[in-house]
C-alpha cells in the first residue's frame, strides 16, 4: 500500500513526531487500502506538519519509482501481452496525474509551463497510443498457437528474434514518446510546486517559530535550506534556528538533562554561523533556562547519588556559558539575577548532598548508640545535626530513631530514697535592715487578698492591699529570679531562696518562716497544685513537697536536664513534666512512676512555662523561634497518658515565658511581644476542639517581659505600659482601652483584688520601684508606695540620723527607730515624679551642706539636690541646671564656689549650685561637633583650690583654674583611654588604662602634666584609684586591694572581697573602712598593710558607710540601712 510506504519514508527521515506517525498508522489501518498517499500528505499539509515542497517530493519519489519499474518492463518485451500491459499502465499513470495535482491547483506558477514545450514538441503523443489499441486486434485474432518450433512442444515460444515487422519501429518510438511525455510532465508539475517563493518560505519558518510551534519551524527551515541551497543569504539563520528549535523542544521534556546534552553536542555546529548574534539573546535565555531547570531538579531530587549527578551535569552545561558566542559579557549581565539565583540552587543543592550524608551518618550513629541504651549521646547527635540541619526535625528517619530513643527515656526514668531534708528556719532579725518607705493615698474597699507580694531586686516585700503598708521584707539573692507563689488567698508564700539554695514558707502577714526545706542544687520555679508543691532541678530531679509542712514525699530523676516545673492535672493526678529537649515525661503525682515518654521534638531550652492540662486536653506551648511560639494541642486518655496530636499547632507571635491564665474552658497566653490569643475548647465539636476566638496584634517590637492578671472578663498585662482590655468572647473579640503608666518597667505580677488592681513598676529614669493599687476601670491611683530606692548618703544628727535616697527623698531616723530597726517614711520627698531621679555622688559644701547630682540625661532632669540642715522646713531642694546644650559627660566637682559640669558635647561649664545659671564661659577642647564625650571624675590640685585635673576619652587630660573664667593651664596626652576614675596624691595624677595582659597605673606630674611612672598591676581595675591616707586604692578582679605611694610602687595588697567597692574609703581610728557592692564590709590597718576585719552581709550595698558608735550604718541598694556592728576577724 503506497500510502503506508509514504508514513514509512516519513519515519526513516525523521519529518515527524513518533506520536503523529503511530496515530497515522492507527488511522491507516482504521481506513483500509481507499486510502491514498495523496490524502496522507494533503492532511499533513493542512495541519502544518508538511510543507508542500515536502509533500510534492514525496509523492513524486513515490510515483516516479513506480513509473520506472513499469517502464522498463515495456520496453524489455515486445509481445502482444507486453503491449496490452502497457496500454493499462499508461491509463493508470494518467489517472494519477490529476491526483498529484490536487494539492498543487492553488498554485499560479502553472503559466511558467513553456518548460514542458520541448517535451510536447515530440510527435503528437495521442497517435501512437490509440495505434497501440489498433494493432491490438490482429495480434488477438491471430491463431492462438504460433508456429511451433523445432522442439514441437505445442507451446507458443517468443522468438529469439522478432521477425521484421512494420509496425515494430512505431511501437518503440510510441512507447518511448509516452515515457518522455510522462517524465515532462512529471518534472514540470515538480518544478511547479518547488519553485515558490524563498521569502514566503523563510517567511512560514519564522511565524512558526515566532508561535513556539517548534517541530513545524524546525521542518520548514530544513525544508529551506534544502531548498534554496546553503548559500541562499536566510540559510544561516535556518541552520542556527534548526538548532535552537531542537534545544527548545528538548527543554520542554521532564529530563532537564536531555537539553543539556544536545546543547553540548549542537551547538558546536552553529557557534561560527553569522546569525548566531542575531539569536544570542535568545540562546541566552534558553541555556539559562536549561540550568535552572537542572538546578530546581537537584533541589527537588531527593536521592543524594541524582543530586549529585544533577549538579555534575549542571556544571558541565554552564561550561557553556564561558563561551562568548553563546552568551556574552552583556548578557551576563543583563541576566545576572537568574544566574545568581541557579548558584544558589546549586549551593542549596550541594548543601542537601552534605545534609543527606550527614543525616545517613547521624542515623548510623543513632542505631548503634541506641542499641547500647545511651540516648544522651544519640540525642547529643541528634541535637548538632538539627543545630546545622534543622529542617531535618521531622525526618522520618530521625523521628523514628527519637521515639525509638523516647520509650528508653522512659525507661531510664528511676526513683530515688533521697528526698530533700526539711531544716531549722532562721528568724534571727540581727542582719534584718531598716526600710525606708515613702507611702501615700487611699485605702482599697473590700480587697479579696490580704497580701500582695512583690519582687524587688533581691528581696520579696510583702505589702497589705488594703492600704499598701508595707509588712514585711526578706532577702533571697537573685541568682534564681524566681516569683513569689502565694498561698491560701496571701495568708503564706513560698519563696524561692537561691542564696542557699532552699525553699520557705512565710507567713503572709508577718514574714516569720514557716518551714525551711533545702534542695541543694539549681532549680526551677517551684509548682503549687492544692496541697503539694512539686519541684524540678536543673539536673532533671523531680521533688514532691507537702505545701504544709515542706516534708519531701518522692523524688524521682528524670534522664534529662529540666528548665521548667511540670504541669499538674489534679482530677487524674498526673504530672506533664518537659524535659530539657524533644521528649515530655508523663509521670503519676501520687507516686512519681513514669507512666510514658512522649516525642514532642523541641530544642533545648524551649519550653519556658509548664504545659496546661484542661478538658482532656494538654497544651504544650513550645518557642520554636526568637519570634514564634508554637503551642501544641495533645490529647489524652482517661488515665491522663495515652498523649497524641489532637490537631495542628496554634502559633503566637513572640516568645511565651508566662504561664498562661485559665478561665474555665479558656486558655489565655500572652506573648513576649504583647499579642494575645484566647484559646477555647468546644468538647461536643466534631472536628477541631480548640479554636482562637479572639486575639490581640503585637504591641511590642522587641522582647518585653510582660505580665497578666483576670477579673470580671477584664485582662490586665503589663510590660512596658499598664494595658487594661475587654474580654468580649461572644464576639470574638479583645478590646483595648487606654493604657496607662507608659515607658515605665513593670516588675512581678499584677493582681486584681476585687476594687483594685495593684502592680509594681521601675518608674522610666529611676532605680527605686512604685507599688499601687489601681482603679480597674480607669487605672487611676488609689495608693502607691515608693520603695528600693538605693541609698546614697547617710549623715549624723542629734539623737540619730538622717538619710537622702537616690529618689531625693529625705528621712530621719531616731536612735530609737535604729535600734528597734522599725520601718520609716520620709521627712521630706520630692513633689515632681515625672523626671528621672538617679540622685548620686554626693558631695560635701560648706557649713554642713551637701549637694547630690541627677545623673539623668532626660530633657528638663538636669537637676542638683541641696541639702540644707540649717533650714526649718524644705531641707532638700531640688535645682534645676542651665546647661543650655548637652548632658553631664561625666562627674561633676563643687570647685570654686561652684558646680563644674562635663558636657557629653565637649565643653564644661561652672554652674551656680544655689541658682543653676552660669559663672563663666565654656570650656571646650577642639573636638568633632558630632562627637559623644566622656570625662573622668575632676580632682583638685592640692596646692590651688581653684585648679582641677581631669582627662576625657579623646585621650586627653587637662588642668583648669576655674572661677570667673576656665583658664586652661597645662595639657598632656595619654596613650590610650583612661579607665573609669583618676586620683590624685600629693604632686601626683594618677590614671589607670588598660594593657594587654594587665591594666597600668600611669603617674603624671600634676603641674606639668609629663608622664613621671607607669606601673603594671597584677589584674584588671575595677574600682578605682582613689585617695585614702597617704596611698591611692585600686580594687582589681582577684579581689585584692591595692596601695601605691605617689611614685606609683605597690605598698601593700589585702583581699577583701569579690566585686567593686561603693562609695570612698573611710578613715575611721586609724584604719581605713570599705564597703562592697556585693555586702562586705572590710576594715584594713594601713599602717601593717594588713586587713584585720571582714564581714559579709550578703546583701548589696550602695554608699560609704557611717559609724554609729560600736556599729557601721550601712548604706542598701534596695532602699535600706544595714547596723553592722564593727568587723574584727574574718576572712573573706
Given at each position: 500500500?503506497?500510502?503506508?510506504?509514504?508514513?514509512?519514508?516519513?519515519?526513516?527521515?525523521?519529518?515527524?513526531?513518533?506520536?503523529?506517525?503511530?496515530?497515522?498508522?492507527?488511522?491507516?489501518?482504521?481506513?483500509?487500502?481507499?486510502?491514498?498517499?495523496?490524502?496522507?500528505?494533503?492532511?499533513?499539509?493542512?495541519?502544518?506538519?508538511?510543507?508542500?515542497?515536502?509533500?510534492?517530493?514525496?509523492?513524486?519519489e513515490?510515483?516516479?519509482?513506480?513509473?520506472?519499474?513499469?517502464?522498463?518492463?515495456?520496453?524489455?518485451?515486445?509481445?502482444?501481452?507486453?503491449?496490452?500491459?502497457?496500454?493499462?499502465?499508461?491509463?493508470?499513470?494518467?489517472?494519477?496525474?490529476?491526483?498529484?495535482?490536487?494539492?498543487?491547483?492553488?498554485?499560479?506558477?502553472?503559466?511558467?509551463?513553456?518548460?514542458?514545450?520541448?517535451?510536447?514538441?515530440?510527435?503528437?503523443?495521442?497517435?501512437?497510443?490509440?495505434?497501440?489499441?489498433?494493432?491490438?486486434?490482429?495480434?488477438?485474432?491471430?491463431?492462438?498457437?504460433?508456429?511451433?518450433?523445432?522442439?514441437?512442444?505445442?507451446?507458443?515460444?517468443?522468438?529469439?528474434?522478432?521477425?521484421?515487422?512494420?509496425?515494430?519501429?512505431?511501437?518503440?518510438?510510441?512507447?518511448?514518446?509516452?515515457?518522455?511525455?510522462?517524465?515532462?510532465?512529471?518534472?514540470?508539475?515538480?518544478?511547479?510546486?518547488?519553485?515558490?517563493?524563498?521569502?514566503?518560505?523563510?517567511?512560514?519558518?519564522?511565524?512558526?517559530?515566532?508561535?513556539?510551534?517548534?517541530?513545524?519551524?524546525?521542518?520548514?527551515?530544513?525544508?529551506?535550506?534544502?531548498?534554496?541551497?546553503?548559500?541562499?543569504?536566510?540559510?544561516?539563520?535556518?541552520?542556527?534556528?534548526?538548532?535552537?528549535?531542537?534545544?527548545?523542544?528538548?527543554?520542554?521534556?521532564?529530563?532537564?538533562?536531555?537539553?543539556?546534552?544536545?546543547?553540548v553536542?549542537?551547538?558546536?555546529?552553529?557557534?561560527?554561523?553569522?546569525?548566531i548574534?542575531?539569536?544570542?539573546?535568545?540562546?541566552?535565555?534558553?541555556?539559562?533556562?536549561?540550568?535552572?531547570?537542572?538546578?530546581?531538579?537537584?533541589?527537588?531530587?531527593?536521592?543524594?547519588?541524582?543530586?549529585?549527578?544533577?549538579?555534575?551535569?549542571?556544571?558541565?552545561?554552564?561550561?557553556?556559558?564561558?563561551?562568548?558566542?553563546?552568551?556574552d559579557?552583556?548578557?551576563?549581565e543583563?541576566?545576572?539575577t537568574?544566574?545568581?539565583?541557579?548558584?544558589?540552587k546549586?549551593?542549596?543543592?550541594?548543601?542537601?548532598i552534605?545534609?543527606?550524608?550527614?543525616?545517613?551518618?547521624?542515623?548510623?550513629?543513632?542505631?548503634?548508640?541506641?542499641?547500647?541504651?545511651?540516648?544522651?549521646?544519640?540525642?547529643?547527635?541528634?541535637?548538632?545535626?538539627l543545630?546545622?540541619?534543622?529542617?531535618?526535625?521531622?525526618?522520618?528517619r530521625?523521628?523514628?530513631?527519637?521515639?525509638?530513643?523516647?520509650?528508653?527515656?522512659?525507661?531510664?526514668?528511676?526513683?530515688?530514697?533521697?528526698?530533700?531534708?526539711?531544716?531549722?528556719?532562721?528568724?534571727?532579725?540581727?542582719?534584718?535592715?531598716?526600710?525606708?518607705?515613702?507611702?501615700?493615698?487611699?485605702?482599697?474597699?473590700?480587697?479579696?487578698?490580704?497580701?500582695?507580694?512583690?519582687?524587688?531586686?533581691?528581696?520579696?516585700?510583702?505589702?497589705?492591699?488594703?492600704?499598701?503598708?508595707?509588712?514585711?521584707?526578706?532577702?533571697?539573692?537573685?541568682?534564681?529570679?524566681h516569683?513569689?507563689?502565694?498561698?491560701?488567698?496571701?495568708?503564706?508564700?513560698?519563696?524561692?531562696?537561691?542564696?542557699?539554695?532552699?525553699?520557705?514558707?512565710?507567713?503572709?502577714?508577718?514574714?516569720?518562716?514557716?518551714?525551711?526545706?533545702?534542695?541543694?542544687?539549681?532549680?526551677?520555679?517551684?509548682?503549687?497544685?492544692?496541697?503539694?508543691?512539686?519541684?524540678?532541678?536543673?539536673?532533671?530531679?523531680?521533688?514532691?513537697?507537702?505545701?504544709?509542712?515542706?516534708?519531701?514525699?518522692?523524688?524521682?530523676?528524670?534522664?534529662?536536664?529540666?528548665?521548667?516545673?511540670?504541669g499538674?492535672?489534679?482530677?487524674?493526678?498526673?504530672?506533664?513534666?518537659?524535659?530539657?529537649?524533644?521528649?515530655?515525661?508523663?509521670?503519676?503525682?501520687?507516686?512519681?512512676?513514669?507512666?510514658?515518654?512522649?516525642?514532642?521534638?523541641?530544642?533545648?531550652?524551649?519550653?519556658?512555662?509548664?504545659?496546661?492540662?484542661?478538658?482532656?486536653?494538654?497544651?504544650?506551648?513550645?518557642?520554636?523561634?526568637?519570634?514564634?511560639?508554637?503551642?501544641?494541642?495533645?490529647?489524652?486518655?482517661?488515665?491522663?497518658?495515652?498523649?497524641?496530636?489532637?490537631?495542628?499547632?496554634?502559633?503566637?507571635?513572640?516568645?511565651?515565658?508566662?504561664?498562661?491564665?485559665?478561665?474555665?474552658?479558656?486558655?489565655?497566653?500572652?506573648?513576649?511581644?504583647?499579642?494575645?490569643?484566647?484559646?477555647?475548647?468546644?468538647?461536643?465539636?466534631?472536628?477541631?476542639?480548640?479554636?482562637?476566638?479572639?486575639?490581640?496584634?503585637?504591641?511590642?517590637?522587641?522582647?518585653?517581659?510582660?505580665?497578666?492578671?483576670?477579673?470580671?472578663?477584664?485582662?490586665?498585662?503589663?510590660?512596658?505600659?499598664?494595658?487594661?482590655?475587654?474580654?468580649?468572647?461572644?464576639?470574638?473579640?479583645?478590646?483595648?482601652?487606654?493604657?496607662?503608666?507608659?515607658?515605665?518597667?513593670?516588675?512581678?505580677?499584677?493582681?486584681?483584688?476585687?476594687?483594685?488592681?495593684?502592680?509594681?513598676?521601675?518608674?522610666?529614669?529611676?532605680?527605686?520601684?512604685?507599688?499601687?493599687?489601681?482603679?480597674?476601670?480607669?487605672?487611676?491611683?488609689?495608693?502607691?508606695?515608693?520603695?528600693?530606692a538605693p541609698?546614697e548618703?547617710?549623715?549624723?544628727?542629734?539623737?540619730?540620723?538622717?538619710?537622702?535616697?537616690?529618689q531625693?527623698?529625705?528621712?530621719?531616723?531616731?536612735?530609737?527607730?535604729?535600734?528597734?530597726?522599725?520601718?520609716?517614711?520620709?521627712?521630706?520627698?520630692?513633689?515632681?515624679a515625672?523626671i528621672?531621679?538617679?540622685?548620686?555622688n554626693?558631695?560635701?559644701?560648706?557649713?554642713?551642706?551637701?549637694?547630690?547630682?541627677?545623673?539623668?540625661?532626660?530633657?528638663?532632669?538636669?537637676?542638683?539636690?541641696?541639702?540644707?540642715?540649717?533650714?526649718?522646713?524644705?531641707?532638700?531642694?531640688?535645682i534645676?541646671?542651665?546647661?543650655?546644650?548637652?548632658?553631664?559627660?561625666?562627674?561633676?566637682?563643687?570647685?570654686?564656689?561652684?558646680?563644674?559640669?562635663?558636657?557629653?558635647?565637649?565643653?564644661?561649664?561652672?554652674?551656680?549650685?544655689?541658682?543653676?545659671?552660669?559663672?563663666?564661659?565654656?570650656?571646650?577642647?577642639?573636638?568633632?561637633?558630632?562627637?559623644?564625650?566622656?570625662?573622668?571624675?575632676?580632682?583638685?590640685?592640692?596646692?590651688?583650690?581653684?585648679?582641677?585635673?581631669?582627662?576625657?576619652?579623646r585621650?586627653?587630660?587637662?588642668?583648669?583654674?576655674v572661677?570667673?573664667?576656665?583658664?586652661?593651664?597645662?595639657?598632656?596626652?595619654?596613650?590610650?583611654?583612661?579607665?573609669?576614675?583618676?586620683?590624685?596624691?600629693?604632686?601626683?595624677?594618677?590614671?589607670?588604662?588598660?594593657?594587654?595582659?594587665?591594666?597600668?597605673?600611669?603617674g603624671?606630674?600634676?603641674?606639668?602634666?609629663?608622664?613621671?611612672?607607669?606601673?603594671?598591676?597584677?589584674?584588671?581595675?575595677?574600682?578605682?584609684?582613689?585617695?585614702?591616707?597617704?596611698?591611692?586604692?585600686?580594687?582589681?578582679?582577684?579581689?585584692?586591694?591595692?596601695?601605691?605611694?605617689?611614685?606609683?610602687?605597690?605598698?601593700?595588697?589585702?583581699?577583701?572581697?569579690?566585686?567593686k567597692?561603693?562609695?570612698?574609703?573611710?578613715?575611721?581610728?586609724?584604719?581605713?573602712?570599705?564597703?562592697?557592692?556585693?555586702?562586705?564590709?572590710?576594715?584594713?590597718?594601713?599602717?601593717?598593710?594588713?586587713?584585720?576585719?571582714?564581714?559579709?552581709?550578703?546583701?548589696?550595698?550602695s554608699?560609704?558607710?557611717?559609724?554609729y558608735?560600736?556599729?557601721?550604718?550601712v548604706?542598701?541598694?534596695?532602699?535600706?540601712?544595714?547596723?553592722?556592728?564593727?568587723?574584727?576577724?574574718?576572712?573573706?
Amino acid at each position: 500500500m503506497l500510502a503506508n510506504e509514504l508514513i514509512n519514508e516519513m519515519e526513516r527521515r525523521g519529518l515527524l513526531d513518533q506520536e503523529i506517525i503511530e496515530a497515522l498508522r492507527e488511522q491507516l489501518s482504521q481506513g483500509g487500502a481507499s486510502v491514498t498517499p495523496e490524502a496522507v500528505a494533503k492532511l499533513l499539509v493542512d495541519n502544518g506538519q508538511l510543507t508542500r515542497f515536502q509533500a510534492s517530493k514525496l509523492i513524486g519519489e513515490l510515483r516516479s519509482g513506480e513509473y520506472d519499474d513499469q517502464s522498463t518492463t515495456a520496453d524489455q518485451e515486445l509481445g502482444v501481452d507486453d503491449l496490452e500491459v502497457v496500454e493499462d499502465e499508461v491509463t493508470v499513470v494518467s489517472e494519477a496525474v490529476p491526483v498529484e495535482a490536487v494539492p498543487v491547483d492553488a498554485v499560479p506558477v502553472e503559466a511558467v509551463a513553456v518548460d514542458a514545450t520541448p517535451v510536447e514538441a515530440v510527435p503528437v503523443e495521442a497517435v501512437p497510443v490509440e495505434a497501440v489499441a489498433v494493432e491490438a486486434t490482429p495480434v488477438q485474432e491471430s491463431p492462438s498457437g504460433a508456429r511451433p518450433s523445432s522442439g514441437g512442444n505445442g507451446n507458443n515460444k517468443r522468438p529469439t528474434k522478432p521477425e521484421d515487422n512494420e509496425w515494430d519501429s512505431f511501437k518503440v518510438y510510441g512507447f518511448v514518446g509516452i515515457i518522455v511525455f510522462l517524465a515532462g510532465m512529471i518534472a514540470g508539475l515538480y518544478f511547479l510546486l518547488s519553485s515558490g517563493n524563498a521569502e514566503d518560505e523563510i517567511k512560514l519558518a519564522d511565524d512558526a517559530y515566532a508561535a513556539q510551534n517548534y517541530t513545524v519551524a524546525q521542518t520548514r527551515y530544513e525544508s529551506f535550506v534544502e531548498t534554496w541551497g546553503e548559500d541562499h543569504k536566510d540559510a544561516s539563520k535556518s541552520r542556527v534556528r534548526v538548532v535552537l528549535t531542537e534545544l527548545y523542544r528538548a527543554e520542554q521534556k521532564s529530563d532537564p538533562t536531555l537539553a543539556s546534552d544536545l546543547s553540548v553536542d549542537k551547538l558546536p555546529t552553529i557557534e561560527q554561523e553569522e546569525a548566531i548574534t542575531g539569536d544570542r539573546p535568545n540562546l541566552a535565555g534558553l541555556l539559562i533556562d536549561i540550568a535552572n531547570n537542572i538546578a530546581e531538579a537537584a533541589t527537588k531530587v531527593p536521592e543524594t547519588e541524582k543530586k549529585r549527578k544533577l549538579i555534575m551535569k549542571l556544571d558541565k552545561h554552564m561550561e557553556l556559558f564561558e563561551n562568548a558566542n553563546y552568551i556574552d559579557k552583556t548578557l551576563r549581565e543583563t541576566n545576572k539575577t537568574k544566574l545568581d539565583l541557579i548558584s544558589e540552587k546549586r549551593a542549596r543543592a550541594a548543601r542537601d548532598i552534605k545534609r543527606n550524608e550527614q543525616l545517613d551518618k547521624a542515623v548510623n550513629n543513632m542505631s548503634t548508640l541506641l542499641e547500647s541504651k545511651d540516648t544522651k549521646a544519640a540525642y547529643d547527635i541528634h541535637s548538632e545535626l538539627l543545630r546545622e540541619y534543622p529542617e531535618l526535625r521531622r525526618n522520618e528517619r530521625l523521628v523514628k530513631l527519637i521515639l525509638q530513643a523516647s520509650d528508653i527515656q522512659n525507661e531510664l526514668v528511676s526513683a530515688s530514697v533521697k528526698t530533700p531534708q526539711s531544716i531549722t528556719p532562721n528568724n534571727d532579725k540581727d542582719v534584718e535592715p531598716i526600710i525606708l518607705m515613702d507611702r501615700s493615698g487611699n485605702r482599697v474597699s473590700s480587697p479579696t487578698a490580704s497580701t500582695y507580694f512583690v519582687p524587688a531586686a533581691g528581696s520579696v516585700l510583702a505589702f497589705n492591699v488594703e492600704d499598701g503598708t508595707l509588712q514585711w521584707r526578706r532577702y533571697v539573692g537573685n541568682n534564681l529570679a524566681h516569683s513569689p507563689v502565694p498561698l491560701e488567698g496571701g495568708d503564706a508564700v513560698l519563696l524561692s531562696v537561691s542564696t542557699d539554695l532552699t525553699i520557705e514558707r512565710c507567713d503572709g502577714r508577718s514574714g516569720m518562716v514557716i518551714w525551711k526545706t533545702e534542695i541543694g542544687e539549681p532549680y526551677n520555679q517551684p509548682i503549687v497544685a492544692r496541697d503539694y508543691v512539686y519541684v524540678t532541678t536543673v539536673s532533671g530531679k523531680l521533688f514532691k513537697l507537702d505545701a504544709t509542712t515542706g516534708e519531701g514525699l518522692w523524688s524521682t530523676t528524670i534522664p534529662q536536664t529540666v528548665n521548667v516545673g511540670p504541669g499538674v492535672d489534679n482530677q487524674r493526678s498526673v504530672l506533664y513534666q518537659p524535659g530539657g529537649h524533644s521528649n515530655l515525661y508523663v509521670v503519676n503525682a501520687r507516686s512519681g512512676e513514669s507512666m510514658e515518654s512522649f516525642y514532642i521534638g523541641h530544642r533545648e531550652g524551649t519550653i519556658a512555662v509548664p504545659p496546661v492540662a484542661l478538658l482532656d486536653h494538654l497544651f504544650v506551648l513550645e518557642n520554636h523561634s526568637q519570634d514564634t511560639c508554637m503551642i501544641h494541642i495533645l490529647n489524652v486518655d482517661q488515665s491522663g497518658g495515652g498523649l497524641k496530636k489532637a490537631q495542628d499547632p496554634i502559633t503566637i507571635e513572640g516568645n511565651v515565658v508566662v504561664a498562661p491564665l485559665l478561665d474555665k474552658r479558656r486558655i489565655i497566653v500572652l506573648s513576649d511581644l504583647g499579642e494575645i490569643k484566647v484559646l477555647d475548647i468546644e468538647p461536643s465539636s466534631e472536628g477541631e476542639k480548640v479554636s482562637v476566638i479572639a486575639d490581640v496584634a503585637r504591641s511590642y517590637s522587641t522582647p518585653t517581659l510582660s505580665q497578666m492578671t483576670l477579673g470580671q472578663n477584664e485582662l490586665w498585662t503589663t510590660g512596658s505600659k499598664f494595658s487594661r482590655y475587654e474580654i468580649q468572647a461572644n464576639r470574638g473579640q479583645v478590646v483595648p482601652r487606654e493604657p496607662a503608666f507608659l515607658n515605665d518597667a513593670f516588675v512581678g505580677e499584677p493582681l486584681f483584688v476585687g476594687d483594685a488592681v495593684l502592680h509594681a513598676r521601675r518608674m522610666n529614669g529611676t532605680d527605686w520601684i512604685r507599688v499601687g493599687a489601681a482603679e480597674p476601670s480607669s487605672s487611676d491611683s488609689i495608693w502607691n508606695a515608693d520603695v528600693s530606692a538605693p541609698i546614697e548618703l547617710i549623715l549624723p544628727i542629734d539623737g540619730g540620723v538622717r538619710a537622702i535616697t537616690s529618689q531625693a527623698a529625705l528621712f530621719e531616723l531616731e536612735d530609737a527607730a535604729i535600734a528597734s530597726k522599725s520601718l520609716r517614711t520620709p521627712l521630706e520627698s520630692p513633689d515632681d515624679a515625672s523626671i528621672e531621679t538617679r540622685f548620686q555622688n554626693a558631695q560635701a559644701l560648706q557649713d554642713g551642706r551637701w549637694i547630690l547630682i541627677n545623673n539623668s540625661d532626660q530633657a528638663g532632669a538636669q537637676k542638683v539636690a541641696i541639702y540644707d540642715p540649717s533650714r526649718a522646713n524644705d531641707k532638700l531642694r531640688l535645682i534645676s541646671l542651665n546647661l543650655v546644650n548637652g548632658v553631664p559627660g561625666g562627674p561633676a566637682l563643687c570647685v570654686a564656689n561652684g558646680l563644674f559640669v562635663p558636657l557629653n558635647n565637649g565643653r564644661a561649664l561652672l554652674l551656680n549650685y544655689q541658682t543653676g545659671g552660669q559663672i563663666s564661659n565654656p570650656f571646650q577642647p577642639s573636638s568633632s561637633p558630632s562627637e559623644k564625650v566622656t570625662w573622668t571624675n575632676s580632682i583638685i590640685v592640692p596646692e590651688d583650690k581653684t585648679q582641677i585635673v581631669l582627662a576625657d576619652n579623646r585621650k586627653g587630660i587637662y588642668r583648669l583654674r576655674v572661677g570667673d573664667q576656665i583658664s586652661p593651664l597645662a595639657e598632656g596626652k595619654l596613650p590610650s583611654q583612661p579607665l573609669g576614675s583618676i586620683a590624685g596624691l600629693n604632686n601626683t595624677v594618677f590614671v589607670p588604662v588598660g594593657g594587654t595582659a594587665a591594666d597600668k597605673l600611669l603617674g603624671f606630674d600634676m603641674a606639668s602634666l609629663k608622664p613621671k611612672f607607669e606601673t603594671q598591676t597584677a589584674g584588671r581595675v575595677v574600682w578605682g584609684p582613689m585617695n585614702a591616707d597617704q596611698h591611692v586604692l585600686i580594687l582589681t578582679n582577684d579581689q585584692m586591694l591595692r596601695a601605691y605611694d605617689d611614685q606609683g610602687q605597690e605598698q601593700y595588697a589585702v583581699k577583701v572581697g569579690p566585686g567593686k567597692a561603693v562609695g570612698k574609703p573611710l578613715l575611721h581610728d586609724g584604719k581605713l573602712v570599705l564597703a562592697g557592692a556585693a555586702g562586705w564590709v572590710a576594715v584594713i590597718d594601713p599602717s601593717a598593710g594588713q586587713l584585720s576585719g571582714w564581714k559579709d552581709i550578703g546583701q548589696p550595698f550602695s554608699a560609704t558607710p557611717l559609724p554609729y558608735g560600736q556599729q557601721l550604718l550601712v548604706p542598701g541598694a534596695e532602699g535600706v540601712i544595714f547596723s553592722v556592728d564593727m568587723p574584727q576577724g574574718g576572712q573573706p
